[in-house]
Structures are given as structure tokens and as C-alpha cells.
């Protein structure tokens, strides 16, 4: 009677590990090349002029270096240090006009403030929602907390602002008597901060409280309650519209 053949042996355990160790994962998203391009498409769209300030950031440094390569006699050496530095100066020039073109597009939008506040680094809690908005003229206030205190910043014309930015510091001073408060006003006229520099005024506000006053203030804020708008989730209050049936009583 023939005897039946044993299974072919399964794999051993570190074996497959070892083959899954160099497995390459698939991609989730674009390169890093992508990005870029992608950068630099957008950067182009509203600086035109971001094409010849890194073609000057390629060719400036690699001149340099190559002018010393041929002095000392090592050119070649040279040559591949200046291209490198030439890549990284192309770069940083791409990143800073990237940066400087991304203020400008939002800048004369409603809530630019609070987009702009939300690049703001680690130790310092930005609000999502203005804790303050007319939904007839779009003015709206942002609220900050860091080492410096509550920061309260608006987004509009200065005349128009000023009212809701007064009445919103009001509130706030009556829950926050000891905490230190700041107002700035986000905009191009007298006595505002322009956009693109709002980032670095709220960073250069003297510090005057420790982390742990902070995480005391944060507390208190959220367990006020109602420090945001009172608008439902979901809606928009720049697109809200009144209910005529309401308004004409029936």
C-alpha cells in the first residue's frame, strides 16, 4: 500500500519575517518631488518673479564656488559643493516666496487672521472659531492663549473692528480680572498689524506666565461655556439667512 506524501514544510517563522523586512510599503501619497512641483505651481500662480529668484539662488553660489575651485586648482570638488549649497539656497528661496504668496492669497479674506494665527508653534492654543463675529460686515475676533496671556485678535477695517474687539476684551477681562490681555487689530490700515507679520507680533508679546498658569487659564476658558459664536454646528453664519416666514409672524 503506498504511503501518502507528507506536506511540503511551511516556511520557518524568521524566514518570513526576513521577507517582510524588505518589503516596500506602498505609497501613500504624492513624493517629495511632487510636493514641491506642487509648490511651486501655486507660489507661480501669484509670484510670477519666484522663477528667477531661484534661478539667481542656483547659478550665484555655484559661480562662487566654482570661480574658487579654479583658483585653488580643485574645480571638480568645488563644483559639487556649490551645486549642492545652490540646491538648498534654490529651496529656501522657494519656501520663503511660497510663504510670502500664501499670506498674500488670503490676505482681504474673511478669517486670513485665523489661518495665519494657526501657524503658530507648539505653546500656544489658537482657537478654531472666533469667539466673536458680525455675520453682516464678516468682522470676526480670534482668541490666543499663551505665555503672554489671552491674546484677542480681529480681522477687518479698523473703524468697524474696534467696537467688537472693545466689547469681546470687556467679556473677557470680567472672568480673566489678573491675567494679562492683548489686543491686535489684522489689517493694512492706521495702526494695524499687516497679515504676514501677525505671526511673529504675537510671538515677540512679553511672557508673563508660566505653563502652568496657562493649562489654568485653558481650563477656565473652556469650563465658562458660550465663548464661542452662538451658531449651530454646520452653518455657515456668513452665508445665514433669515427665516421670512418668522420675520412676518406667521
Known amino acids: 500500500m503506498a504511503r501518502r506524501s507528507d506536506p511540503a514544510p511551511s516556511p520557518a517563522p524568521a524566514e518570513g519575517r526576513r521577507r517582510g523586512l524588505f518589503r516596500r510599503k506602498p505609497r501613500t501619497g504624492p ?9 511651486y ?37 568645488f563644483g559639487i559643493i556649490g551645486l549642492l ?18 499670506y498674500k492669497s488670503l490676505e482681504g479674506q474673511p478669517g486670513a ?16 472659531e472666533p469667539v466673536a463675529i458680525d455675520p453682516r460686515t464678516r468682522d470676526v475676533v480670534f482668541r490666543v492663549v499663551g505665555r503672554p496671556g489671552v491674546i484677542l485678535v480681529s ?23 489678573d491675567v494679562p490681555l492683548h489686543t491686535i487689530q489684522c489689517g493694512r490700515g492706521e495702526g494695524q498689524t499687516p497679515l504676514p507679520k501677525l505671526p511673529k507680533k504675537v510671538q ?17 476658558l473652556k469650563a465658562l461655556g ?9 452653518i455657515d453664519p456668513f452665508r445665514a439667512r433669515p427665516d421670512r416666514r418668522a420675520v412676518r409672524g406667521r
Do not use: C
Open 155 to 177: 480681522d477687518g477695517p479698523a473703524p468697524r473692528v474696534n467696537r467688537l474687539l472693545e466689547d469681546e476684551k470687556r467679556r473677557t477681562a470680567r472672568v480673566l480680572r
Open 226 to 234: 458660550g465663548v464661542r459664536p452662538p451658531i449651530p454646528k454646520g
Open 31 to 39: 513624493g517629495r518631488i511632487a510636493q514641491m512641483r506642487e509648490v
Open 113 to 128: 487672521a485665523g489661518a495665519a494665527l494657526r501657524t503658530l508653534r507648539r505653546g500656544w492654543l489658537v482657537e478654531e
Open 41 to 77: 505651481k501655486m507660489t507661480a500662480r501669484v509670484d510670477p518673479s519666484v522663477k528667477w529668484w531661484m534661478l539667481g539662488a542656483l547659478l550665484i553660489p555655484f559661480a562662487v564656488f566654482e570661480v574658487i575651485g579654479l583658483i585653488t586648482g580643485h574645480w571638480i570638488y
Open 204 to 220: 515677540r508679546l512679553e511672557r508673563k506666565l508660566t505653563k502652568q498658569e496657562v493649562a489654568e487659564v485653558t481650563k477656565r
Open 85 to 102: 549649497f545652490s540646491v538648498l539656497a534654490a529651496l529656501f528661496v522657494l519656501a520663503r516666496r511660497a510663504e510670502s504668496a500664501a
